[in-house]
């Protein structure tokens, strides 16, 4: 007993330490592409934009997991199930993967079959499942290597299969790959990186869509297999059509946007990006502005940060629900916060829409974009 204990403080210990490690890399890339920035020509800044592009997404990821990790192990996410076709939900995982599988140099070759294997799931948490696969594939097989990502219909279940030729799996560490802070000694540095959650996520994902996961290696050097098992949708008798992909819209209607956040480079930012969009957007930083800002200037939406000092987000939120010229305005949330109990605070407060920080985008654009009508 004592010495379970001492195991599990030991891997504790080991992950915060990780943790730090993978916060402080991406952070310090940032501070250095933002000193650079400040002595180089608008030319020559779009390379540094890129780094802390590519930085903050990893950030974003990374506290994600923690997030994500730590909701279903208190039984907090939610399933918005739906009939998909899995093709379609591997094919544009992999298209993302795209720029790191380029930048190592490795094969991939995606074997897809004619027809189509519904499943009744998440689509965001299924295509977690299939990133998180194919992304340990991809940073852990030395550069010039090659992945496999096979789907196939077997006994009434949709198979996932994705094989590589990496650094494979030790055999004392593969009854216990996806076990809670498990990494193992990947590699003999840290460049990687990888917090060893990854592939718990992929197992209580999977287990929640009523699936299984199972991992497969003959060894450090031999590559590795991780196998993804669906229960089909129509073997379930589900009478459900397959959910179609959209097609793109057509280019947004000019919108009057305000945006409201005390974070002003935030703020700052998000109005610019709008504004980029082709809408006509104007900007406050507390509450008591925003309520004025929204009976002077009368936009279609309102982005409203929740965490405002003084008057909050919510507050606004009710005094615009409130006053009848007001009250048909579109508010969206903007929080760092997306727990079920978040989620029914904005809900009661009369948000229309819950958007958790950092929103890309594509997300925001399809806001705007499914705006109301101007009547």
């Not at 940073?139 to 496999?148: L, N």
């Amino acid at each position: 007993r004592i010495e379970a204990l001492q195991e599990s403080e030991r891997q504790m210990n080991e992950f915060l330490a990780m943790l730090a490690h993978e916060l402080r890399n991406p952070l310090a890339s940032i501070v250095n592409a933002l000193g650079l920035m400040r002595s180089k020509s608008a030319q020559e800044q779009t390379e540094f934009r890129d780094v802390i592009e590519r930085q903050t997404k990893l950030l974003a990821h990374i506290v994600d997991d923690l997030l994500d990790v730590s909701r279903i192990t208190r039984g907090k996410i939610a399933l918005k199930k739906e009939i998909l076709d899995v093709n379609g939900v591997v094919a544009r995982t992999l298209e993302s993967c795209r720029p790191l599988i380029d930048a190592r140099k490795h094969a991939v070759e995606l074997r897809l079959p004619d027809e189509e294997l519904p499943v009744d799931a998440d689509s965001t948490r299924l295509s977690q499942v299939v990133l998180n696969l194919i992304s340990n594939a991809v940073k852990y097989t030395p550069e010039e290597g090659r992945i496999t990502i096979a789907l196939s219909r077997e006994d009434g279940e949709a198979v996932l299969r994705v094989r590589d030729t990496g650094i494979g799996i030790p055999a004392a560490l593969l009854p216990k790959v996806f076990d809670l802070f498990v990494q193992g000694d990947r590699s003999l540095d840290r460049t990687e990186g990888g917090l060893g959650i990854g592939l718990t996520l992929v197992k209580r994902l999977v287990e929640m869509h009523r699936g299984s996961v199972s991992a497969a290696s003959g060894g450090l050097g031999e590559g590795s297999e991780f196998v993804v098992r669906l229960p089909l949708a129509l073997e379930r008798g589900v009478a459900r059509s397959l959910v179609k992909e959209k097609l793109p819209r057509a280019p947004a209607t000019r919108r009057r946007l305000l945006v409201v956040d005390d974070n002003r480079d935030f703020a700052d930012t998000l109005g610019a990006l709008f504004e980029t969009m082709g809408h006509d957007v104007r900007v406050a930083y507390n509450g008591t502005d925003a309520v004025s800002a929204t009976a002077e200037y009368r936009p279609d939406a309102v982005f409203l940060d929740i965490g405002l000092p003084g008057r909050s987000g919510y507050d606004v939120a009710r005094m615009l629900r409130s006053s009848p010229e007001l009250a048909d305005i579109t508010l969206v949330a903007f929080t760092g916060y997306g727990q079920v109990e978040d989620r029914r605070r904005v809900r009661e407060a009369g948000f229309d829409y819950h958007v958790v920080k950092p929103a890309d985008a594509a997300e925001l654009a399809k806001i705007v974009d499914a705006l109301p009508a101007k009547a």
